[in-house]
Structure formats: structure tokens, C-alpha cells
């Protein structure tokens, strides 16, 4: 297949992004994918492409600066009952679309400056509800833990305990090298190229330390790399989901929609319930750019909640 062929002011707004903004790669594809879809929308509803071509096959290596100065509200309030009717998009792949538009309409009116309107300035993003995290009981997580073995039994507990320690993403946790490891302090590039530093504890120490007794040292393709592949590269993100899925499974505890992102879920919530961990901190050590995006975590510990309204001096009759 013939690969897509952009047209050059998105060439320009994603080069933008990547390379200004340092925005990570899932962020650049995930614009393209949304301004690519909102292209071919806007052709098929101006007319400008036959009936008999499939949708996602509609060329956009055309679309100028006349068709995007062309959009209006209506046009943006129509895409987003396009994806949501025709493409089922929920409330936060609608939300997505919103900051995708935004900030492509933004860099072509404040930076670019090659359009004199900007129509996204009034488009409001859908309301979303809070969604609960899903995350593993501090029971759970232990059976998962005593649970993993098999032919890569170090490395998979060095990973998982990782995951339920630190709370890191997943692309985080296969880009460790070796030299970001030093004594207790893991340092890790998040979202955005952002650096952090994460202290690990006597458990992470142990895990890691274990599994560098065995991990190979012969043939290795990436020295660098702290985790490597049974091909002796990096590990990559697809094999850490499927060794978790695996490892749940055996401790019986899928189905449960668990995947290695909520294991992220799971360190949050057992810091901030057991750890007296705050907020601002949690915020810090997740990587977290907005306070509100932690602030998720919060609402779990009805426990707390029946503690604190039990303390009120009042309480007793």
C-alpha cells in the first residue's frame, strides 16, 4: 500500500510539536491520526471527494490553507457527532479530537500566522466524568507477585515489582538502561522528554539486584538496556503487556480488565492509602504534570473517609 502522503502545513505543525514542544512520539501520531480523520471529514462534507471512495482512503496530501481557514464551528461540532455516530468515539476520544484541533488551529493562527480566524477558540471539549481507577488490592498484588515464575522469572518480578513500587508508565519502564540506575535512584524519562527521579525501595533494589545475576551478557544487542527480550534486545512494550497479562492469568486475577497500566494504578493507590502519601508528592513521583490528573487516586480510600468523620468529637453519643 502506498504510503499517506501528508500535506505540508501538517508536516510543519507536527515537526513543531515533536521538535519545539518535545512532545513524545505516541503524542505526535495520536495528532496525526485526529487531524488526519478531521481532513478527511472536511473533504467529504465540502464535496471534494467522490462518493464510490472509502473513507480511509481519501486522499488529503491536497487539503490547503484555504479549506482549513474554511472551518467553522459548525464544521468542528459536526466532526464530533461524525466520530461519536459513525466512528463511536467516546466522551475522552471526543476530548482528544478537541486538544488536537486546538493546538493545530493555535499554531496556525499564533505561530504560523497564516490564518486570521481561529474556530476552535470557542469549541468546548465534552464533560467527562471521573472515572475510577482500576487497581489491584495490596492482597492481590502479593498473590500476583508469589505467582510469577517460568524461564524469565527474575526479570518478570523485577518488572512487576517495579510497576506495583514505582507507578511507572509502561514506555518508561523498557527505555531504563543500566546507568540509570544509581544505588537507590532511578532516573526516568517521562512524558514530554520530562526527567524524574524515582528513590526505590529495599524490595526494587533486591528484585533488580537478582535479576542482574542472570541477565545474559553474551550476545546482548542492546548493552545498554536494564530489560532485555529472550532475543537478547531491548524489551518492548507489547512483550512487558503480554508477560503481565501471563502473570495475571496464572494468579488468576484476569478478567478484571487488570493490564500493566493499571499496575501503575496500583502503586498510586497503595502510597496514597497505606503510605500517607499527599497529593503534590504523588503528583511528582507519577510524573504527573497536572494535579488533577492524580487527583483520581484521592477518592479510593473510603476507609479514610469513615476514619476522619469517626475522629469528629461528636461522633460518640
Known sequence: MEALKYPPILEEFLNYFSTVKARSPNTIKAYAYDLILFFRFLKKRRGKVS???P?????????DIDLIESVDLNDLYAYLSFVTNERSNTPPARARKVASLRSFYNYLYRKAKVISKNPTQELESPKLSVRHPIYLTLEESKKLLN?????????????ITLFLNCGLRVSELVNINLD??????LTVIGKGNKQRTIYLNEACIKAISDYLKVRPKEGVKDK?????????KRIS????????????????????KYSAHKLRHTAATLMYR?????????QKLLGHSNVSTTQIYTHVDDSQLR???????LSQE
Open 224 to 232: 545498554k538496556a536494564l530489560f532485555l527480550s529472550k532475543r537478547l
Open 307 to 313: 476514619e476522619a468523620v469517626n475522629k469528629n468529637p
Open 274 to 282: 497505606y503510605g500517607n502519601v499527599d497529593i503534590r508528592t504523588l
Open 55 to 63: 473513507f480511509d482512503e481519501i486522499n488529503i496530501s491536497d487539503v
Open 51 to 53: 462518493d464510490d471512495i
Open 237 to 256: 512494550v507489547k512483550t512487558v503487556q503480554y508477560l503481565v497479562k501471563k502473570h495475571l492469568k496464572h494468579a488468576n486475577l484476569e478478567g478484571k
Open 147 to 159: 505467582s510469577i515464575d517460568g524461564p524469565f522469572k527474575e526479570r518478570d518480578y523485577a518488572i
Open 180 to 185: 540509570d540506575i544509581k544505588e537507590d535512584k
